[in-house]
């Protein structure tokens, strides 16, 4: 259990940010930058907002592991969000890529197979559900 534990709690995804980030600022539309529509920006603040969220989940994890306080619950809690993270923003970032979101040129599609397959492994998100209502419940 201790190697699954370490497992999920190194998982995080920031690579698809950093490239959408970059892609929006360059891309044009309309005569100008795809960072300046409003939408857009909002897509990425929510995003960023959710990318920050799983990786102080992940931290606190692994800061438990490290100094010997394992918290299966908080392991069970930053896998399962962050995996969702994962996917949620590799997904934003390829549609927002639109159709170049496809294709191996960008590596946006790369992550959001990574990010699949991380929902997966390890613990599927309702396995980790189960282990955060155990802790919760007493179990």
Same mark, same amino acid.
Do not use: C
């Given at each position: 259990? &201790?190697?699954?534990?370490? +497992?999920? &709690? !190194?998982?995080?995804?920031?690579?698809?940010?950093?490239?959408?980030?970059?892609?929006?600022? $360059?891309?044009?539309?309309?005569?100008?930058?795809?960072?300046?529509?409003?939408?857009?920006?909002?897509?990425?603040?929510?995003?960023? &907002? =959710?990318?920050?969220?799983? =990786?102080?989940?992940? !931290?606190?994890?692994?800061?438990?592991?490290?100094?010997? $306080?394992?918290?299966? $619950?908080?392991?069970?809690?930053?896998?399962?969000?962050?995996?969702? &993270?994962?996917?949620?923003?590799?997904?934003?970032?390829?549609?927002?890529? *639109? *159709?170049? +979101? !496809?294709?191996?040129?960008?590596?946006?599609?790369?992550?959001?197979?990574?990010?699949?397959?991380?929902?997966?492994?390890? *613990?599927? $998100?309702?396995?980790?559900?189960?282990?955060?209502?155990?802790?919760?419940? *007493?179990?």
């Amino acid at each position: 259990m &201790t190697f699954f534990n370490r +497992g999920r &709690t !190194y998982i995080g995804a920031q690579g698809a940010l950093d490239r959408i980030i970059d892609y929006i600022k $360059k891309r044009q539309a309309f005569g100008q930058p795809l960072a300046k529509f409003q939408a857009i920006r909002h897509r990425i603040a929510e995003m960023e &907002t =959710r990318t920050q969220a799983a =990786r102080q989940l992940v !931290y606190k994890a692994a800061w438990e592991l490290d100094n010997g $306080k394992l918290s299966h $619950k908080n392991v069970a809690l930053a896998k399962w969000y962050a995996a969702e &993270t994962g996917v949620y923003v590799s997904d934003q970032a390829v549609k927002l890529h *639109g *159709g170049y +979101g !496809y294709i191996d040129e960008y590596d946006v599609e790369r992550f959001w197979r990574a990010s699949k397959v991380v929902e997966i492994y390890e *613990g599927t $998100k309702e396995i980790e559900k189960g282990i955060v209502s155990d802790q919760l419940l *007493g179990k």
